[in-house]
């Protein structure tokens, strides 16, 4: 009878540790109003330097006229600063992205063997479901892994075969772990973690979408998407 209140305050602990470690993604442009925006999540690891995030999350030009910078948002909700980042290393197999601050480090998160997960097993993530519209406010949700699956698939019919599909199919596939929490569009790059360690085992990094793209937030599937944090040691790696 004491398992789950041992298990719910043990990962609030681990939850006050990681939220340290959880940023935002996004840019800094003076003549915009606000100045700052987010859009998606990212997190610190290793020398506390770098950060990890999606790379569907990071822009694919910045306006350089007029002095856009990427970088991290960090603070506490609504008192935040904005930190310029460097682009080190692009994977967009696995939409993986490696940032690079300078300055003081961060608060950093050990990345775990992702090999080990094994479905059923329960997992959290934190990061901000909605971006700028809930504000610098880290959200934990709890989820266990539904299936450990290949990322591509091909179609049963080939009347659903377009130019994507195919061009899916073409790119090697891997194994992506789907997870029965509900994540939204601002949690993309969210550090998926072990309850009890806080040790990174994924990055979230999409969400099945039931409709059109406007229902992941009106109603959710509660079917999400992580990519395994083998992945993530592999851009690391990258120079």
Known sequence: MLSAPVAAETLAQTVAAVKKSVLGIGTHLKTR???V????TGFVVGD???VVTNAHVVPDTLNAARM???GVVVGDGANVA???ARLVALD????LAHLRLTGTPLPALRLGDSDSVAEGQELAFTGFPLGMLLGLYPATHRASVAAITPIVRPSLDARRLDARAIAQLQRSSFSIFQLDGT?????SGSPVYDPATGSVLGVINAVFVKGLKETAITAPSGITYAVPARHVHELLQRK
């Open 33 to 35: 109003s606000p100045a």
């Open 82 to 84: 904005f930190r310029p």
């Open 37 to 40: 925006t987010f859009v998606g």
């Open 183 to 187: 994540a939204y569009p601002g949690n």
């Open 92 to 95: 967009r197999e696995h939409d």
């Open 48 to 50: 506390g330097l770098s």
């Open 68 to 70: 856009e910078e990427l």
